[in-house]
Structure formats: C-alpha cells, structure tokens
C-alpha cells in the first residue's frame, strides 16, 4: 500500500482499535505456541479458611488464570475450589490457566514436587510449572520448607544449583508433556538467567518476578524480551497491605481515570505487555482488580518515575537471607540484577 495512504488511514483510525483496551483475560504469547491470561488470581498468604471462596469467587468473576504454590500451603483448598468450578460447569479445565512452583526444599525431587502438587490442586496437568527460588535448600533439614542451621542461618543444600534443577525440570516436561505444559523460573536476575540459559536445553517460557513502579526491574524485563522469554509480575499492589495504594503519582493517574489505583498499578504491567498476578480473599476487591485500562507513554513515564525519586523498594525477600551463601554464587545474593 501507498506509505502516505497508509499513514492517511493510521491517523484516521480510532485509538481503540490501534491499542485496545486489555482485558483481563487477554491472550498473551509464550515461547511455547500457548498464551497466558493477562491477569492471574494470586493465592500466597491467602489463608485456609478462605481461599477455596476466593479462588471459587475469582473463576466465577471470570478469572482464567490462578497462581499456585506447593509452598504456600494451601494447595488443597484451591484444588477444591477449582473441582468445585469444573463439576457446576463454570468452566472447563482447558480454560482455565494453572501455575504452581517447586519448591527450594524439592529441587532434588521436581517429579514428586509436581505429583504432589498435581494430586492436591485435583488437576491432571499444569499449564506451568515454575522453579518458585534458584536455591535449592536441604530437602533432609529441619523443616520440610525452610530449614535452618542450629546458629539459624537457612541451610542451603550445595550439592546441587539451579542449573541442575533447571535439567531436572526439562527432563520431566520431556517425560511428561501430559502433566506439565510449560517449565519457567521465578525471581530470577539476568546474570542467573545467563548463567541457565548457557546450559540449557529449552528457554523458560516465564520468568516471574517481583514487578511494580517501585521496582521495575527493566534491565531483567528488557533481557527477557529479547530472549522471548514472559514476565508476569508479583506483588503489583506492594503485596501485603497493598501499600502502592497510597501512592501520589498512582493516585494522581486514579483519579484521572475515575478508576482505583489497582486498576493503574494492574494495567501497569500490561502496558509492558507482561501478565500480572493479583491476590486477594476479598470478593469486592477480587472484582474491583478485573478493571483494566489503557496508559499511554506519558503516563508510563510518570509512573517510571516514581523509583527515581523515592528509590528502588523490594517487598518481599528471599526466603534463605539477604547475606546466606549461595550455590554457584554468579553474583552474590543480589538476585534483582
Ligand atoms: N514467585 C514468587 O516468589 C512470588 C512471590 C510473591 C508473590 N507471588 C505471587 O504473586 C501474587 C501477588 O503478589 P502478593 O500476594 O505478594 O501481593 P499483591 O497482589 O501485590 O497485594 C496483595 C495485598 O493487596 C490487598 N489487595 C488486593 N486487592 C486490593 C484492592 N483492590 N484494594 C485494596 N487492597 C487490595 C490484599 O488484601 P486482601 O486479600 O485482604 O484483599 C493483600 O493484602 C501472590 O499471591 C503469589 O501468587 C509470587
């Protein structure tokens, strides 16, 4: 087509057929042909007790994509509610997105990590399986998820290193392409994902990260595009409490919208064109975190502005220490990049 009717006709079209609007349940692509649900349900901290109405609530609100762990305990209970939702006719599994992790105390054991997880999520497969820490941890300690040494340090098994659990996992996604369709890794830093990358066999489909105004992490989120690899990103709202609810440039932008500030820290990511996971028991606010919308460059800017004048702040930490050693140490303990 003519280049000057081409623009002609672009400047003539409609923002909302240029960028539309995202939903939450937007297809996003991964590197493995399959698409990931722009917005997930997120279950950490969510407490027995509440999250099977909240998972139960979120699906029948529409949310097609749960973020799971062995380690946050609750398993049991979403895998009740995600029965629950398939046998009333909600929804039907092969709609439905599921993330679980395997946990730094299993990473000798991925294939009995993802049977367990399996069997207390009741679901025949994952549609990703993720690597939750790049530590493994002493699968024989003193606590079967966080293990410590007598003088309390946390007792990290350097038998192994990601590396190898990074192995372990493409082995069972090869061995068991029924039970896991996609392997990742969470709260990694470019030079660990160099470090796996050199070595492996299949690239990550998803490296899910600690991700929001006040740590954009835009080195790791600019690496991973370039290698194809997702980013979803955790604690959007500043995790517990939300406390990026308070801030004045997300308010600022709220109020501009007439939305909640969840609904800019949300579309935040999408902007960035990452998947985002969002936690809550509460069912108003489970509702409240469906609403998405549209920032431009402008209001992008302002809001990656926010880290340089108040700096760059992390919510949650690892689970072994800041200072702890650390297996194949490729740059200490600072796993931010
Ligand atoms: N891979 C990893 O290592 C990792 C680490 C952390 C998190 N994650 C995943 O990411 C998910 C999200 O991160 P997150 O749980 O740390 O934090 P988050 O989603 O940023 O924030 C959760 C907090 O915000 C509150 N909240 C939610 N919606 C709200 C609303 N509309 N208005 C006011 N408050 C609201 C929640 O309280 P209520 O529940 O009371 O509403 C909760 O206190 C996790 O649940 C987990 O699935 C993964």
Known sequence: MNPSLCKFILARTPKSILHPTPTMNTPIPLNTGATIPALGLGTWQSAPGEVKAAVTHAIEAGYRHIDCAFCYQNEDEVGEAIQDVIKRGIVKREELFITSKVWCTFHTRVEEALQKSLDLLKVDYLDLYLMHWPVPMNPKGNHFLFPKHEDGSRDIDYSVTHIDTWKALEKLIKENPAKVKAIGVANYSVKYLEKLLAKSEITPAVNQIENHPLLPQQEVVDFCKEKGIHIT?????????????????????????????????????????????????????????????????????????????????????????????????????????
């Open 233 to 337: 990103a955790y604690s959007p709202l500043g995790s517990t409490g939300s406390p990026l609810f308070k801030d004045e440039a997300v308010l600022a932008l709220a109020k501009k919208h007439n939305v909640g500030p969840g609904t800019v820290l949300l579309s935040y990511h999408l902007a960035r064109n990452s998947s985002v996971l969002a936690k809550s028991v509460n069912p108003a606010r489970i509702d409240e975190n469906r609403k998405l919308i549209t920032l431009d460059e402008k209001e992008m800017a302002d809001l990656e502005a926010i880290h340089k004048t108040q700096g760059v702040t992390r919510f949650v930490y690892p689970p072994f220490g800041v200072n702890a050693g650390f297996p194949d140490k490729p740059d200490g303990i600072d796993l931010s990049g």
